[in-house]
């Protein structure tokens, strides 16, 4: 009996452990940033700036500089593959939520710098940041 009580604590204590490893990497790979940290960011030359929002939204407002890959779109999948995965990424949406998810398929597909904007283009308006619209 002690053995198997022994066996079962082992086995529960590695797999938290996997479960924490796991989740240590995620945190360290995709990081959310703040507007001001983001701006920073796009300072860089080689930063590729994503805007995962419909066409729609895109045309009402955007970042300067950003590309629009809809989430939503079918072809989505197929063309975040077509991003250079050696250059970092910054993503956005309208609040954070598609940024999220998107960021979470970059990075199992192999991207290895994904920053991810808190509280999407909404934040970036609130701080008083400028918006493009054509």
Same mark, same amino acid.
Request: aromatic content about 0%; overall charge positive.
């Given at each position: 009996m002690k053995r198997l009580i022994l066996f079962l604590c082992t086995l529960f204590s590695l797999s938290a452990t996997n479960?924490?490893?796991?989740d240590s990497s995620f945190k360290e790979t995709i990081?959310? *940033?703040s507007p !001001? *940290?983001?701006? $920073?960011?796009?300072a860089k030359d080689s930063i590729q700036l994503i805007d995962v929002r419909t066409p729609e939204e895109f045309e009402q407002g955007y970042i300067e500089g950003a590309q629009n890959i809809n989430y939503l /779109?079918? $072809?989505f999948n197929s063309d975040i593959k077509k991003l250079d !995965? $050696?250059?970092?990424v910054i993503l956005y949406c309208k609040s954070g939520g598609r940024s999220a !998810? /998107? /960021?979470r398929k970059l990075l199992d597909i192999g991207f290895t710098e994904i920053y991810d904007l808190t509280g999407g283009i909404t934040r970036w308006k609130e701080e008083g940041f400028e918006i493009t619209i054509e």
């Open positions: 479960c924490k490893g796991k990081k959310v *940033v !001001k *940290v983001m701006q $920073t960011l796009l /779109s079918a $072809t !995965k $050696t250059k970092p !998810k /998107s /960021s």
